[in-house]
């Protein structure tokens, strides 16, 4: 099947782009002595996630206990569950650590610390847990100085139900730095912190094997990683208006878009509508509206349910399409424009569609 | 099972508050001597259309042909497919039409109207095709007073693969209205110009059965509805923050809300993260950030991919809540909170799941 036969909207997978943006990335790794650990948030995918880690390789970060699931399903058992752990999720983390699953917690929360360490030793199981902390990002997280760090260290490490893992961070800050050189100071901050909250640890004689950090721009650009044992980028495997805003990467590397098919447009060029709204395309507005069209001096201004509004994006540019005819909308955030889609029809560089590949959404 | 028992983060569907919607909606469309053609995009679920209409009550209105199929194998037969045909999916609705789904399809385009008379021949249908026109709404349509109507209007009474089925239109603006007088006036607004549209194809001696109007505030505050045959409101079956803050309903009628865990919080009771984010909540963000917390002062003011930031919506107010404790996020925006979710858990008032319905999400 060609893109032009599929029904629309539809989400499109470019695997070269993608190839070449996990290339990249492990480049990177390797350059910096770290392991590469990603985070599956963004694709969802186990096509993906083999993609990125090799035949054989393993290593991952999921968002919900369900993709643990799916992933475990299909051979992987290194799990990092990088989301605040909540009491009572714990039972289905030991079940998934019982069917195999290597999998690691974290927690910013003395209370939710003592829930593991109490209900791991009730339930059989130790659970390996991190200490989530705030290395500027101000969306959870303990600051690296401070002592709720060390009493939520000695409740993990105390056990009996638990152990503590390390230190995890994530510089969501970074998505907002105004050049590449703040990414780079950004990165040096999320380095620093999380190896002064590990040596803090190590200092009181708590263990602390694993020191993880990461985001998209500070992975890339990053100068060091001295400390930091693996780093956990999410939305490097597709890239996004947004990324390419940053200077990360080109818009090339873009490798995801929705597929729309125009469904009105004003005889004077001046709108045209697509059959990818809210829905197809999400409703983030980061960069250009809610998405731009492939190729074009077009971006999607306003969105309805079903509906998407293409306008000039240009002074002097014209919406000249026919109705039936089709578009590619690029992403501004492909985290959330993709898990609006079930399943990646995925092409080669071109327009035939070569294989499609499941998401495992929702929780 | 109860509430808080249920995985979270989780879609809860009240219903009683659902019945209490569906009746007032039900009493008003027979007040105003108009058939009420529920658009069921906001529910997705044939549970809703089914009490929505009664038993052996048929007439929906739909906003993507997997959602046609799905209310069809459901039992229900008499369908309007809300958005612009495409050329492409003609042949998706031909073979709807021939497993006994009484389609209706809608365009405002002259060439889209070409197609249906020309590709309905081809596939042995003839495709009924209402006119949408623009009441205001600046969505989609074309003018009442204007040329395009006429031309669309005698291409598809020519046929032959198609009929002029009507005209359609949905009043947009009433979501912009500062007061429900403001919403009384658009309704007549979106009533004249429908009305004007049918009389003006009915006096070059074109067919037009049907006068479609509807959108949940208009559908509520219409003084009347003369000339019109129905009126398709979808967002009544839940209402939301949205209805509730144009004057539309009370926050008591709001039947749908996310059930979510507090996965960390601050001491000092200035902020709360909990395990809905932008996945459970969606990115509406048009009232009161991404939801408001039932029964509490608080609000989700940000949103990452599983995380939601919860903050005192009033001054003074403290988040005093523990890690594992629960929480109901009500919705700005109901369709765009639903459609996150694959299935409801429904409660009739109190705490406990008394039925699991689905959703046909997606295309």
Redesign the interface.
Known sequence: MRLEDL????LVLDKRALTRNLERMQARAKALGVRLRPHL?TAKSAKVARMALGEGGDGLTV??LKEARYFLEHGFRDITYA???????LE?AAQLMREGCDLKLI???A??AR?AAKRGAELGVVFKVMIEIDSGGG??GVFAEEEPLMEIGRILAAGPGSTLHGILTHA?QSYSCPSTNDIVAVAEVERSKAVLAANRLREAGLPCPVVSVGSTPTALFARRMDGVTEMRPGVFVFMDLFQSGLGVCSEDDIAVSVLA?????RPDGSKA?I?AG???L????SIDGFGRILGKPWRVAKV????G?VYPAEAGAKVEI???DRVRVLPNHV??MA????RYHVVDGGDEVVEVWDRCN??
Chains 1, 2 share one sequence.
């Open positions: 029904p629309t909207p539809a948030k968002s919900t989301v605040g752990l909540v009491p009572s999720k289905e927690t910013d929360d209370d939710a829930a969306r959870a969501g098919s125009v469904v009105g447009h509508m059959d809210a829905l197809a999400s409703q983030d507005q309805s349910q079903e509906h509004h026919a109705v039936g985290c959330m898990a609006m889609h079930d929702r929780w």
